[in-house]
């Protein structure tokens, strides 16, 4: 079954440093998505990838935070200058249309 | 914000038995809800979604039941088995597409052999 792939599985980082998370999404999804699941809360919606720009997008994803997809396959969530709060899992979805998305397994980035 | 809450963190049933996880939401331009199955160290997993035309959605083992008017849906699972212990997420979305999911907490389902 196609699957949504996070690189890498956990992340350590600075403070104040920027830290890329990648995200391969099912090859004929066209839509994108980054959620965070900061440890004991809710899973929150950052941002959603349509058409190569920005559909929609949370309070949580201010300018510190960026999307891209540089080529056919990835699809990369940036943080300039990481804060202590910014630790938390990080999911990458896609889906083929409405609804229903594909989740990968996360990318837990821990902030130091 | 607690536009979806899912008021207990944990659900314990016995093999073979039913298990209802409940979701309240108050915002009501939710349109389309969904339930969402998640084991540790995974993503979220796509279980059933509903549309609020309707009011109930059977997949299998599982069904969605959706009360409009009380803001309410409730997951069931019959029979329960081990393999379905997880955190069940139920979600919804008010912008007519998905584009944007609004989480509950979650409950803990455990099913004891």
């Known amino acids: 079954e196609p699957e949504v792939t996070q690189t890498p599985s956990h992340q350590v980082t600075q403070m104040g440093q920027e830290v890329i998370l990648r995200c391969v999404p099912i090859s004929n999804h066209l839509y994108f998505y980054w959620y965070r699941q900061i440890l004991g809360q809710k899973v929150e919606f950052l941002v959603s990838f349509y058409n190569n720009e920005i559909s929609e997008k949370s309070e949580i994803f201010d300018d510190q935070f960026s999307v891209e997809r540089p080529d056919g396959s990835n699809f990369t969530l940036k943080i300039r200058s990481t804060k202590l709060e910014d630790s938390a899992m990080y999911f990458c979805?896609?889906?083929?249309?409405?609804?229903?998305?594909?989740f990968g397994s996360g990318t837990r980035l821990t902030v130091v | 914000d607690q536009q979806v809450k899912q008021n207990s963190p944990s659900l314990s049933v016995q093999e073979g038995r039913i298990s209802i996880l409940n979701c309240d939401y108050t915002n009501s331009m939710f349109d389309y809800f969904l339930w969402y199955k998640k084991y540790p160290a995974e993503g979220p997993t796509f279980l059933i979604s509903?549309?609020?035309?309707?009011d109930k959605n059977e997949d299998g083992r599982f069904t969605v039941f959706l009360n409009k008017s009380a803001k309410h849906l409730s997951l069931h699972i019959v029979p329960s088995q081990p393999g379905d212990s997880a955190v069940y997420f139920c979600?919804?979305?008010?912008?007519?597409?998905?584009?944007?999911?609004?989480f509950g907490g979650g409950t803990r389902l455990m099913v004891k052999p």
């Open positions: 979805a896609s889906n083929p249309a409405f609804y229903g998305y594909t």
């Open positions: 979600a919804a979305s008010a912008d007519g597409a998905g584009n944007m999911l609004t």
């Open positions: 509903i549309s609020s035309i309707k």
